[in-house]
């Protein structure tokens, strides 16, 4: 069993600044890709950055440049920094990762999600 717990969320005005940690535990090998999401109310769940295990980094048009995503091998953890946030940023924000189990098979794992409101 596998869990992805975040922390990090929470209200700050249109301009401040936000970082979200998410830490995997349980049993596997490795955890592949990880990266973090968010649904705002009556909406879809959107990518908003990607990492890979070796430090390759994609982000959605609407963050680039403000977010920046990194992770923590050693730690099993991946951060987003928020900058510059914007009331348009408001979501629920999921943390989400790739395991690897007994070497060769890869899981995908949810986090349960923690709230970002940016106040205008």
């Known amino acids: 069993q596998v869990q992805l717990v975040e922390s990090g969320g929470g209200l700050v005005q249109a301009g401040g600044s936000l970082t979200l940690s998410c830490a995997a535990s349980?049993?596997?090998?490795?955890?592949?890709?990880m990266a973090w999401y968010h649904q705002a109310p009556g909406k879809q769940r959107h990518l908003v950055a990607a990492?890979?295990?070796?430090?390759?980094?994609n982000y959605a048009d609407s963050v680039k440049g403000r977010f920046t995503i990194s992770r923590d091998n050693a730690k099993n953890t991946v951060y987003l920094q928020m900058n510059s946030l914007k009331p348009e940023d408001t979501a629920v924000y999921y943390c989400?990762?790739?395991?690897?189990?007994?070497?060769?098979?890869?899981?995908?794992?949810w986090g349960q999600g923690t709230q970002v409101t940016v106040s205008s």
């Open positions: 989400n990762a790739v395991v690897v189990a007994h070497e060769i098979y890869e899981y995908d794992y």
């Open positions: 349980g049993s596997f090998s490795s955890i592949n890709n």
């Open positions: 990492i890979t295990s070796g430090g390759s980094t």
